[in-house]
């Protein structure tokens, strides 16, 4: 079993920055591939980054160049490091853990699910 625990959300204005964390633990391991998701009001739950343990990544057209995602192995954290926020960035963002070592933006691919943060940007 894995926990997943997401924290760094909050309110911020448009323009702004907010850095969101995971903290893994539990049989976690590094070769699987994690990645952020994140639900808007009244919108279904969507992709937004991934990262594998080759440090490859993959991010949605809509945060590109904007989002960064990266780790830290040694504590077992996630980052998502979000720049030029947008009031469509607005909502509860997850952390998740593949079952796979390869890029994915499938939700059925997610093994694990952090109970998510908030993150709310204001005009």
């Known amino acids: 079993q894995v926990q997943l625990v997401e924290s760094g959300g909050g309110l911020v204005q448009a323009g702004g920055s907010l850095r969101l964390s995971c903290d893994a633990s539990g049989r976690t391991h590094v070769s699987y591939t994690m990645a952020w998701f994140r639900q808007g009001p009244g919108k279904e739950r969507e992709f937004v980054a991934a990262?594998?343990?080759?440090?490859?990544?993959d991010y949605a057209d809509s945060v590109k160049g904007r989002f960064t995602i990266s780790r830290d192995a040694a504590n077992n954290t996630v980052y998502l490091e979000m720049n030029s926020l947008q009031l469509e960035d607005t909502g509860t963002y997850y952390c998740?853990?593949?079952?796979?070592?390869?890029?994915?933006?499938?939700?059925?691919?997610?093994?694990?699910w952090g109970q998510g943060t908030q993150v709310t940007v204001s005009s």
């Open positions: 998740a853990q593949s079952r796979s070592s390869i890029l994915t933006r499938r939700q059925s691919d997610v093994r694990y």
């Open positions: 990262l594998t343990w080759r440090r490859n990544t």
